[in-house]
């Protein structure tokens, strides 16, 4: 199984266009200087799977997602016709805006399969109607949870999390899923950016994964609170901080999984710094950290 992080940041990316935080100020820097290679510099979050030969499938569409695209020649057209796509499907773990604000960006096809819940189909059709949208332009098909596609399996497990800000309802099942996906060897991947809460039934869903990647938006459980940017815990917004006495990275290090890497990484989290504390604490426990252009090959 072939995986390329096409983004590793949240929402907004790094650097993020109103915010002048220390991770953001380094990232300008790195393109003011041209550095071939970026240390702060993330687009927003998306991966993209498949099995040699096969069609690529996308999980999450940013609106970064034509200059994610541009970056690898793995996912040019098939060059079958003058204009062809070299996704098979694209998969919607929930209806945020920076998961599903890229579909736009893909109106010049001629179909395109959107895999979802049943509730971030209704988020995209009638709260932020992408897909009433992108009907005018091209064929959409709808598909739902357990899909085969190619030879890869996917599933998804419903997080208690609740719709995007947009959206003036209750909380339904499927407003945040994780994603299985698996080979007919059984290899198993899980991707899971966005972790409000723990439990023992999602620890049965990544059982035997070969590789998770998981939510590390937030190092700290007040650290918008920190910087002024925003009256909200990481915890009321989704996702369980990475670091502190109940946070994920305590959580990973008693995962007997190979390969543990965190992304959808927000701008101020201190770990985007490859020489900070944070960052050297991950590593220390084997666990990664994704960075734009990562590629694992399982």
Same mark, same amino acid.
């Given at each position: 199984?072939?995986?390329? +992080? ?31 290679? *970026?240390?702060? =510099? ?23 997602? !034509? ?25 919607? #773990? ?14 010049? $096809? ?28 091209? =064929? ?6 357990? @899909? ?5 399996? %996917?599933?998804? %497990?419903?997080?208690?999390? $609740?719709? !995007?800000?947009?959206?003036? =309802?209750?909380? =339904? ?19 899971? !950016?966005?972790?409000?809460? @723990? ?5 049965? *869903? ?6 998770? *990647? +998981? ?24 996702? @369980? !901080? ?11 290090? #008693?995962?007997? @999984? ?23 604490? +991950? ?16």
């Amino acid at each position: 199984m072939e995986v390329i +992080v096409l983004g590793s940041g949240a929402g907004g990316g790094i650097p993020q266009w109103n915010c002048l935080c220390p991770n953001c100020v380094r990232a300008r820097m790195e393109i003011k200087e041209k550095k071939e290679v *970026f240390s702060f =510099r993330r687009t927003q979050s998306s991966i993209a799977v498949r099995m040699e030969g096969e069609k690529w499938i996308l999980l999450n569409a940013s609106i970064d997602l !034509p200059t994610q695209l541009a970056l690898h020649l793995e996912l040019v057209p098939p060059g079958l016709e003058i204009r062809s796509s070299p996704f098979a499907a694209i998969i919607l #773990t929930d209806g945020q805006i920076d998961h599903a604000s890229g579909l736009l960006s893909l109106r010049e $096809g001629k179909e395109i399969e959107i895999v979802c819940s049943d509730s971030t189909w209704d988020l995209i059709s009638e709260h932020y109607p992408i897909a009433r949208i992108l009907s005018s332009y091209v =064929r959409l098909k709808r598909s739902s949870f357990p @899909i085969k596609i190619g030879s890869l399996l %996917f599933d998804a %497990f419903e997080l208690p999390g $609740g719709p !995007p800000p947009y959206a003036k =309802r209750e909380p =339904r099942p499927g407003d945040v899923i994780a994603v299985s996906i698996e080979d007919e060897s059984g290899l198993k991947v899980v991707y899971c !950016p966005a972790l409000p809460s @723990i439990s023992s039934s999602l620890e049965e *869903f990544i059982q035997e994964a070969e590789c998770l *990647f +998981v939510d590390g938006t937030f190092w700290s459980e007040n650290e918008l609170l920190l910087w002024n940017i925003k009256e909200k815990k990481a915890s009321e917004m989704g996702h @369980i !901080p990475v670091g502190g006495e109940n946070g994920s990275l305590s959580w990973l290090s #008693t995962l007997q @999984i190979p390969k543990k890497i965190y992304i959808h990484i927000n701008n101020t989290n201190p770990m985007l710094d490859p020489d900070s504390a944070q960052a050297k604490a +991950v590593r220390s426990l084997g666990i990664e950290i994704a960075y734009d252009g990562m590629k694992l090959l399982l």
